[in-house]
Every structure is written in structure tokens, then in C-alpha cells.
């Protein structure tokens, strides 16, 4: 991590210092040097850097093109101007394959987030099942125009989520490299496997902040927790409550 400044280091035990007095710290999300430099300075806490890129930065429509690779740019562009907060690095959706190099493809990610400067990477946990429904009525009908034109969500979730089972190796493999992880839940369930695997924090997608026996049973915890409030025009006073 780069600290040029007086600015205290943010860690994962910094951040639970804060939750055990009821008090919120910040997260923004940036994607090169003069914005990191500029949200570090005015003391934000964490820095995110994650697949939103592919829509911000690259105009897509959505953050599927974006690649490991892309990430790992921009990470090393917010390392640069880092002045102390703590980098955590969003291991971009689809950015492994489910097939049987699958997990060595994750440890490879995460072993890349390391070496360039992250603190923490961040995994998304969920199952198919559990997101969404196995149904080809219209409304679960992907209708943009890019690469899962016409398939349905239930699809797309199916190829894109990381097997529960990958989760103890690769919670053991960035323990190893000293690289906090972590993970966003998208129900109940996702949580109590990650309780398991004694995580340390958690994220919890814009979309899911209104669910709010989610962000109860999360809160539970006792846990640092990062609520994203990126795609929704309004936020969810009752999610931080």
C-alpha cells in the first residue's frame, strides 16, 4: 500500500475498530491514480476497485468484457495514488471458467491481486438458485445486445458462479499470501458458508440493500460491512438503520 502522507494505514482491523464503536467509515470506488490520490487525501477509508470499470471507464453496457487483466491495471493505477486507505480489489464477474482449472484460475487471480498492491480482494457468493428463477418467461430474458443476448438469467448465474466448494481453498490460499477476503452474499445461506469460513468482512450489493433480512442477518455479525449504493437513485434509509 503507498502512504505519502500523515494519514493513518486503514486495515481490516482499523475498520473493526470503528464497527465496535457504532461508528460508519467511508468507501468509494476509483479506478486510476488522480482520483485515488484525491478521495484518499480527503480521508476515505476504503477504496474499491472493481468491474464497474467496464461501464464508467469503458462505456459498456454492463461489466461482463471487463478482464482480469483490465482490473489489475486499474489496481495498479490506484496504487499509485493511494495516500493509505485500503485497496480492495473486486475479482471481476465471469472472470474465472467453472471448468476443472476453474479454482486454479481463481488462486491465480487472487495471487495477481497481491502482487500488485491490493489488500483485500473481494469474491461474490451465491447460487443460481438462490438469485434467481429457472424460468424462460420474457422477464428473465437477458435483452441487451451483447454476449447473452436471448439466454436467461438463470443461465448466466448458473455459468458464472463460483462453486461453494472453491470457497475454503481459495479462503486458505489468500490467507496464506496475508490478502484479506472477503465476499458479497445474496441471501442467507451465501452468509452462513461465509461464517464459516470466518470472513472477516462483508460487501453487500446495491441491489440487495433493500433486502432487508439479508442486511439484518449480515449486521448480525458484528462485522465491518460495505453497502453499495451504486445502481439505485435512491438509498435505503431502513438498510442502515
Aim: aromatic share 8%.
Amino acid at each position: 500500500m503507498s502512504s505519502q502522507n500523515n494519514k493513518p494505514l486503514t486495515t481490516i482491523s482499523s475498520l473493526n475498530n470503528l464497527k465496535s464503536k457504532s461508528e460508519k467509515f467511508t468507501c468509494l470506488t476509483a479506478y486510476e491514480s488522480t482520483m485515488a490520490s484525491v478521495i484518499s487525501k480527503a480521508g476515505v477509508d476504503v477504496i474499491l476497485v472493481g468491474d464497474s470499470l467496464g461501464m464508467v471507464v469503458q462505456g459498456h453496457d454492463s461489466t461482463l468484457p471487463v478482464t482480469m487483466d483490465q482490473l489489475i491495471y486499474h489496481l495498479e493505477c490506484v496504487v499509485q495514488g493511494n495516500q493509505g486507505s485500503h485497496i480492495m480489489a473486486d475479482m471481476p464477474f465471469m472472470s474465472y471458467s467453472t471448468d476443472d482449472l476453474g479454482l486454479e484460475n481463481a488462486k491465480k487471480l487472487i495471487e495477481a491481486a497481491k502482487k500488485n498492491g491490493a489488500d483485500a480482494i473481494k469474491l461474490q457468493t451465491y447460487k443460481p438458485d438462490t438469485i434467481t428463477l429457472n424460468s424462460s418467461h420474457e422477464d428473465f430474458i437477458i435483452k441487451d445486445n451483447g454476449l447473452w443476448h436471448g439466454r436467461t438469467l438463470y443461465d448466466l448465474y448458473e455459468e458464472a458462479h463460483m462453486p461453494w466448494d472453491w470457497h475454503k481453498p481459495l479462503f486458505e490460499f489468500a490467507n496464506k499470501l496475508e490478502l484479506t477476503i472477503f465476499s458479497s452474499p445474496f441471501d442467507r445461506t451465501a452468509v452462513d458458508l461465509l461464517e464459516e469460513l470466518n470472513a472477516p468482512a462483508y460487501k453487500i450489493a446495491s441491489f440487495e440493500m433493500t433486502d432487508l433480512n439479508l442486511v439484518k442477518k449480515i449486521s448480525k455479525t458484528k462485522k465491518p460491512i460495505i453497502i453499495s449504493t451504486g445502481c439505485l437513485l435512491y438509498t435505503s434509509d431502513a438498510a442502515y438503520e
